[in-house]
């Protein structure tokens, strides 16, 4: 026979038989107890290692933002402590002067105010010594023109004695 | 085009060069086979008539007989000097089914005897035929036994996936025992990296985003061909039979690969095979038997190689040890263990690569077929 076919490239039908039911068997035990549990746990590690990353990444991000915005705060709020000891200084400085300046005006017044007084009581005074000196004068003069006719020594010693008294005034 | 970046530049040309390439390689195989075959049984039939009238003379130890009788199916299996272990025989005919003990094949001198069951069986070269009464070989008859038996290479494939199943259910197990969060210890860590090459080798580039669904295939196919290359590579029990290179076993692989192709090839595939867009009319009609051929040239080439390759390795290390018996000296042995022991050395890396490829292959196959094509894309 020209086209005899080598036995080692003959297919036994017994062998084909039992490898497609040998195949069909250890596909289906291997894919539901080993291929899908290790597949799904690689898949679940990966996963969770890209997560993982993912999330360092991101709370790295995010404690970097946090400094930033920890330092935008301390910069902000040193700002505002500048500011607000400015501010204190000037309303300090401010108060200073306004009590100064009050404190000032307040003297002045109470001086122009005593002075004022003092100026009235001195011139109260005046009118005062003015009328007493007078009223003197007059008593005086009564005096010395009732005593006229006695002696004139005795009337010249007691002008010098009223004269006395009233210095004593 | 992503599955053929080589191409991707020129599409139509590249489409053409590879339709080409494809049919002359076709060809050429078809010739190669045809004429190989021929030669093959002529020579073998030179060399059965030579040897018989030399063994007959002389004793003479014949090379070819020795290398087939290891490379073919049996149905005992062999263990050491006159010791084997019988298997059973599984017979299907017109008479009904019948199973019975191997031994009732042989006597005690290991030589071919009838079995009367519902036929008289022989082993005609290690095959279960209808014998005459006179002992000769009964054709006619043969043809209605259908043989179903465990035979060696039946038996050592049943012993592969004994030895896959315990390996990845308990890797398997563990993953479930020891949860995502811990790292892999052990036969598990042993394993993961060999999944992961299947995933991110093989299925990932090859198939693209949908590549999820065929792991469970390309992962078994793989396994299953890798664990049957190094059983074979194992000359004694349980090791010694030669599954993946074993015509039966890479052609149920293939159909397997054919059939899941097939099924999942999306519109697109089948445009590309019988109505090649973008083509002149004339030369979608010259295509499509060509790409028509090529939907089993792709499994035939799969079922070829892995055979040719296993069967090739095993035949230059027994080649090699056979020299010994040959030059009938042990001082031949000098020369031929370094060189078995150096082939037996790529025959492991063989055994890794035959797997990768036809997985990768397989994986191909399907991506091709599940491919989405954008053509307007492609063409501007």
Redesign the interface.
Known sequence: M???????????????????V??V???F???A??????????D??EQ?ITDALATADKAKAEMAQLKNENEALLTKAREERAVMIKEAKETADKMINDAKDKAKSEYERIVADAQQAILQQKNAALTDVKNQVGKLVIEVSEKVLRRELANKTEQETYINQLAEIVKMN | MFSTPIFAPNFETGMVFRNIKRLLVAVLCTFLF?FS??A??QH?GEMHADSTTKEAAEGDFNVTETI?EH???DHSWHLWGHTSIALPV?LYSDKGLEVFSSEHLVNEHHEPVVYTGNYSYKLF?G?IKVANADGTLNEESSKNV??????K??AS??VS?FI??LI??T???A??KR???SAPKGLQSFM?PI??FV?DEVAKPNIGHKY?RY???L??IFF?ILTNNFLGLIPFFPGGANVSG????T???AV?VFVIVNLNANKSYWEHIFWMPGMHWSMKVFLAPIELIGVFTKPISLMIRL?ANI?AGHILVLSLICLIFIFKTVFASVIAVPFAVFIGLIELLVAFLQAYIFTMLSAMYIGMATEEHHHEDAHH
Do not use: C, H, Q
Request: proline residues 4%; hydrophobic residues 60%.
């Open positions: 020209l086209l005899e076919i080598n036995p080692l490239v003959l297919p036994d039908i017994g062998l084909v038989f039992w490898n497609t040998a195949f068997v250890l596909f035990v291997l894919r107890f080993a291929w899908k549990p290790i597949i799904k746990a690689i679940e590690r969770g | 045809t075959n021929i093959i049984a073998e087939l490379i073919k199916d599984i070269e095959k259908w043989d179903f038996s465990i035979t290479n039946v494939l049943f996936i896959i199943l990845f259910l890797v398997g197990a993953y479930k949860g995502v969060t993961e999944v992961l995933r999820a792991m469970p295939f992962l078994t299953l074993n015509i039966a076993f052609m149920t692989l397997f055979f069967t």
